[in-house]
Every structure is written in C-alpha cells, then in structure tokens.
C-alpha cells in the first residue's frame, strides 16, 4: 500500500464526512470506485455558481478558479449549515474540480 493510501485509509477510519462538490458522473464514478475500495460514504453537492462568468485564458487557471469558487460557494452553505450545531459534529472535507478541454489552443467548453 502507498504512503498515501495508508494516509487516506486512516482518515476515512476516523468517519469524516465527504463531500463531492460537483455533479460531473465522470467524477461520481471515481468517488463510487474509491468508496467502495476503501468502505466510506460520501454525499454530493452542487454549487449554485454561474461557470460562464468565470473566464480566464489559461485553462489551468480557468478550473482553479472554477473549483475555488464552487469550494467558497459550498463553505458558505455548510458553515450556514453547521450555525447552531455542536462541536460534536464530524470533519467535513469537501473536494471541488473542474476540467476543460483544450484543442488547437482554445479552451472548448
């Protein structure tokens, strides 16, 4: 086992919750793949986001700043979420990313 399989095995024994913070099915398969190796639960959620108004012409930098501004929208709903709830709550990471194709040397969405 990996020095970073071993690390992410002792996280998910640990119950935290995880939250996949895109829709994509492409990245869904991928979580429900490492779900079921490594026996952990995740839940989805989108963020409320308007794509088409975060526009570089870098493509690395267009999903960084793609999956930064679906991290910030979602922080913002979970801390709502969590207003009020006790510290006895689990961890919560949450995983954003975004992707673009590049052909010729223009972004293509």
């Known amino acids: 086992m990996t020095q970073l399989a071993s690390r992410f095995s002792k ?3 640990t119950h935290p919750r995880i939250i996949l913070g895109t ?3 492409s990245r869904r398969a ?3 793949s490492l779900a079921e190796k490594y026996a952990f639960r995740y839940e989805v959620l989108k ?3 308007d794509e088409k108004a975060i526009r570089h012409d870098e493509p690395r930098q267009l999903v960084m700043s793609l999956a930064h501004a679906k991290a910030d929208t979602l922080m913002q709903q979970l801390q709502e979420e969590s207003k009020g709830a006790g510290d006895g709550r689990p961890a919560t990471f949450l995983i954003t990313c975004d992707q ?3 052909h010729d040397g ?3 969405e």
């Open 30 to 32: 991928i979580m429900d």
């Open 11 to 13: 996280l998910v024994a």
């Open 106 to 108: 223009q972004i293509r």
């Open 23 to 25: 829709a994509s099915s």
């Open 100 to 102: 673009v194709v590049v």
């Open 47 to 49: 963020a409320d986001i």
